[in-house]
């Protein structure tokens, strides 16, 4: 099926499963908790329903913190080791979590849960590039990515069966589970593929070197930044998601059906995506997008506003479907724009620009998550201003480009 740059006892298609099962621990990790925030609080002893939500942020801290380590650090031990403590440490945060008995001890598990589950978020990539090359890596990574958009769609889903028929506790052992399976089948079945004359000492010059070099770079930084605004305003919607559609709209055991709808118009996007760059380019796309994102808002917030933030639900729907739709255009080709001036950086480059943007996101997201007051108002005026700062800041981004004929072309 593809040709192997390195021999491999392990088969493609069990590869690619293998693959998909450790980045879906990220996915699995954040939606799967969406149904249960509203109990957790409750058993917690949480007196501010919006403080429920830092369950979900906080794992986005970890990965923040963590993403930036665990490039250099496989690059430095090899992919399976890396591999190894990141999951070890996940899964130490989800024995905190499991026993947690106030919201201080299940938020810490939280962050170590981010901070572990960085690991394969960071290193899979690599050890796909070490596998594959060219077109055979492309087409591998987008099977990847095919399973792994199923885990946000199915997740809340699980996520509600658990507590329907157990405790909230379960699903940190579901949690376990997986990450034990991950460990051992990866410690069985793949091979390490980053030999040792091809390993590079870890160095925190090395890092802070690309950090200075992306915050010089217009192109890398402004893109970054674009990124950490739309990453913000997924992580609001994600956080105050159950809040809104369980409670005010009282939707309750039928929330998981609806995060799919909107989980599945991001993969169409993405799919879609990927048919339509070739012709129109990572700049086109992801500007458009931001644009129709913004004008959707504004547009939206007239009703909004008519019906006090409590406009109906199917028009709420298919606002965020729309929304959604338009976030798949951005995310993966903005995050290619801000790597294109890195390509001799590329590894630690990719590495500090996803933990630049996911850093930027929490703040972002927490603030307009806390600002839920019963209505939509503020997550819509979050999302209005998060996407204008997206699109100032790419006009800032491209003006030189613009200025000089042909520098803004893409190759």
Same mark, same amino acid.
């Given at each position: 099926?593809?040709?192997?740059?390195?021999?491999?006892?392990?088969?493609?298609?069990?590869?690619?499963?293998?693959?998909?099962?450790?980045?879906?621990?990220?996915?699995?990790?954040?939606?799967?908790?969406?149904?249960?925030?509203?109990?957790?609080?409750?058993?917690?002893?949480?007196?501010? %329903?919006?403080?429920?939500?830092?369950?979900?942020?906080?794992?986005?801290?970890?990965?923040?913190?963590? &993403?930036?380590?665990?490039?250099?650090?496989?690059?430095?031990?090899?992919?399976?080791?890396?591999?190894?403590?990141?999951?070890?440490?996940?899964?130490?945060?989800?024995?905190?979590?499991?026993?947690?008995?106030?919201?201080?001890?299940?938020?810490?598990?939280?962050?170590?849960?981010?901070?572990?589950?960085?690991?394969?978020?960071?290193?899979?990539?690599?050890?796909?590039?070490?596998?594959?090359?060219?077109?055979?890596?492309?087409?591998?990574?987008?099977?990847?990515?095919?399973?792994?958009?199923?885990?946000?769609?199915?997740?809340?889903?699980?996520?509600?069966?658990?507590?329907?028929?157990?405790?909230?506790?379960?699903?940190?052992?579901?949690?376990?589970?997986?990450?034990?399976?991950?460990?051992?089948?990866?410690?069985?079945?793949?091979?390490?593929?980053?030999?040792?004359?091809?390993?590079?000492?870890?160095?925190?010059?090395?890092?802070?070197?690309?950090?200075?070099?992306? $915050?010089?770079?217009?192109?890398?930084?402004?893109?970054?930044?674009?990124?950490?605004?739309?990453?913000?305003?997924?992580?609001?919607?994600? !956080?105050?998601?159950?809040?809104?559609? &369980?409670? &005010?709209?009282?939707?309750?055991?039928?929330?998981?059906?609806?995060?799919?709808?909107?989980?599945?118009?991001?993969?169409?996007?993405?799919?879609?995506?990927?048919?339509?760059?070739?012709?129109?380019?990572?700049?086109?796309?992801?500007?458009?997008?931001?644009?129709?994102?913004?004008?959707?808002?504004?547009?939206?917030?007239?009703?909004?506003? !008519?019906?006090?933030?409590?406009?109906?639900?199917?028009?709420?729907?298919?606002?965020?479907?729309?929304?959604?739709?338009?976030?798949?255009?951005?995310?993966?080709?903005?995050?290619?724009?801000?790597?294109?001036?890195?390509?001799?950086?590329?590894?630690?480059?990719?590495?500090?620009?996803?933990?630049? %943007?996911?850093?930027?996101?929490?703040?972002?997201?927490?603030?307009?998550?806390? !600002?839920?007051?019963?209505?939509?108002?503020?997550?819509?005026?979050?999302?209005?201003?998060?996407?204008?700062? $997206?699109?100032?800041?790419?006009?800032?981004?491209?003006?030189?480009?613009?200025?000089?004929?042909?520098?803004?072309?893409?190759?």
């Amino acid at each position: 099926m593809f040709r192997h740059t390195k021999p491999t006892v392990i088969g493609d298609n069990e590869f690619i499963a293998l693959m998909a099962l450790l980045m879906s621990l990220v996915a699995l990790a954040i939606d799967t908790m969406l149904p249960a925030l509203a109990v957790i609080g409750e058993d917690l002893g949480v007196s501010n %329903a919006n403080h429920n939500q830092l369950v979900i942020s906080v794992i986005f801290l970890g990965l923040a913190f963590g &993403q930036i380590l665990y490039g250099p650090l496989s690059d430095s031990i090899g992919r399976k080791p890396a591999i190894y403590i990141g999951t070890g440490i996940f899964m130490l945060g989800c024995i905190m979590s499991l026993f947690s008995t106030n919201i201080t001890i299940m938020l810490l598990g939280r962050l170590l849960q981010g901070l572990g589950i960085a690991s394969p978020r960071s290193v899979i990539v690599a050890l796909v590039r070490d596998k594959y090359e060219g077109r055979e890596m492309a087409k591998v990574m987008s099977f990847i990515f095919t399973l792994f958009i199923l885990a946000p769609v199915v997740a809340p889903a699980l996520g509600q069966l658990i507590i329907s028929f157990s405790h909230w506790r379960a699903i940190f052992t579901l949690f376990l589970l997986l990450a034990a399976i991950a460990m051992i089948w990866l410690a069985l079945r793949q091979p390490e593929t980053l030999v040792a004359e091809n390993r590079i000492p870890f160095s925190l010059s090395r890092i802070l070197s690309a950090v200075k070099e992306i $915050c010089l770079n217009r192109i890398a930084f402004g893109y970054t930044l674009v990124s950490g605004f739309v990453s913000g305003m997924f992580l609001a919607f994600l !956080s105050s998601s159950p809040q809104i559609l &369980q409670e &005010q709209y009282q939707l309750g055991v039928k929330f998981p059906l609806y995060f799919a709808i909107l989980s599945l118009a991001v993969g169409f996007a993405t799919f879609a995506n990927g048919k339509l760059v070739m012709r129109f380019g990572m700049r086109l796309l992801s500007h458009w997008a931001i644009y129709a994102y913004f004008i959707l808002s504004l547009l939206y917030l007239y009703p909004a506003l !008519s019906y006090d933030g409590h406009p109906p639900l199917w028009t709420y729907i298919t606002y965020l479907l729309l929304c959604f739709f338009s976030i798949g255009f951005v995310f993966g080709n903005v995050n290619a724009l801000a790597m294109q001036p890195l390509g001799h950086i590329a590894g630690v480059g990719a590495a500090v620009t996803g933990s630049l %943007a996911t850093l930027m996101s929490v703040p972002i997201g927490i603030y307009i998550g806390h !600002s839920y007051n019963g209505s939509i108002l503020p997550l819509l005026w979050g999302f209005i201003i998060c996407s204008f700062a $997206c699109i100032v800041i790419g006009i800032w981004t491209e003006r030189p480009a613009l200025i000089v004929k042909g520098e803004n072309s893409e190759t």
